[in-house]
C-alpha cells in the first residue's frame, strides 16, 4: 500500500481556493487516488477519486499529473464550514474489497 | 451511497467492563469495517468482518480484546473488552461502496473511567 504525505495543517479565508497537496512516491498501477472529508465528531465523507488527469464533481476537483506521484485537492471558494481534516489515500481497486489505510491527514482552518 | 447507523453514539465505561458497538448499514453488504480514531489523530483499522467468517484483525489488535460478530449482511457489533482508559476513542463502522468508496456511520465516542 503507497504511503502518502500530505501538510499537517494549512489555513485559508472565506472565499479562497484551497489546494492541499498530496505526495505518494510509490503508486502502483492499479492504484486509485481518494480523498477524504472529516468534521469534528463524524466520520470520514468520501469527496472524490482519480487515476489520472483531472476530475471534477460538485464539492471539489482533483488533480493528477502524468507521473501520478501526486495529486492536489483543490476547493473553490471555501467557507467556513470547509474547515476539516481532509485526507489523501491512495487505494487499489481490485474489485474486491479495499483496505483503507489513513495517514495523518491535513487540518485545514477557514478563517472570516 | 450507504447509510449507517451506530450505537450507542457515546458512552462513559468503568475500566475492567465491556462495551458492544452496534452497526446497522441499510443496504445488504459483504465486508464491513471496523475503525478506532483516538484523540486528535488519524483513523486505524481493527479489523475486516465478512458475514459468515472470522474477522480479520490487523497488527496490534486480537479478538480476545476486540471481538466482533456479524450474523447478516446488515449487521456487526464490535466489543470493547475488559476496557482500559487506554481504549478512549472514538470507533468506527464502514462499508464500501461499488467504486470502493467508502461509508462510515457517526461513530461511538467511548471514555473509560
Known amino acids: 500500500l503507497a504511503k502518502t504525505t500530505q501538510p499537517i495543517s494549512m489555513d485559508s479565508y472565506e472565499g479562497q481556493e484551497v489546494n492541499i497537496t498530496c505526495s505518494h512516491n510509490n503508486i502502483a498501477t492499479n492504484d486509485y487516488i481518494t480523498w477524504y472529508q472529516q468534521f469534528p465528531s463524524q466520520g470520514p465523507r468520501f469527496i472524490i477519486q482519480g487515476y489520472k488527469t483531472k476530475v471534477t464533481n460538485e464539492v471539489a476537483s482533483l488533480f493528477i499529473p502524468a507521473d501520478r506521484k501526486s495529486s492536489t485537492l483543490s476547493l473553490p471558494r471555501v467557507s467556513l464550514s470547509d474547515t476539516a481534516v481532509y485526507y489523501c489515500?491512495?487505494?487499489?481497486?481490485?474489485?474486491?474489497?479495499?483496505?483503507?489505510?489513513f495517514g495523518a491527514g491535513t487540518r485545514l482552518a477557514v478563517h472570516p | 451511497s450507504a447509510v449507517i447507523s451506530q450505537k450507542p453514539s457515546r458512552d462513559i465505561c468503568q475500566r475492567g467492563t465491556s462495551l458492544t458497538i452496534q452497526c446497522q448499514v441499510d443496504s445488504q453488504v459483504t465486508m464491513m469495517f471496523w475503525y478506532r480514531q483516538q484523540p486528535g489523530q488519524s483513523l486505524t483499522l481493527i479489523a475486516t468482518a465478512n458475514q459468515g467468517s472470522e474477522a480479520t484483525y490487523e497488527s496490534g489488535f486480537v479478538i480476545d480484546k476486540f471481538p466482533i460478530s456479524r450474523p447478516n449482511l446488515t449487521f456487526s457489533t464490535l466489543t470493547v473488552s475488559n476496557m482500559s482508559p487506554e481504549d478512549s476513542s472514538i470507533y468506527l463502522c464502514s462499508v464500501q461502496g461499488a467504486r470502493g468508496e467508502a461509508f462510515f456511520g457517526q461513530g461511538t465516542r467511548l471514555t473509560v473511567v
Open positions: 489515500l491512495v487505494v487499489l481497486l481490485s474489485g474486491g474489497y479495499n483496505k483503507l489505510i
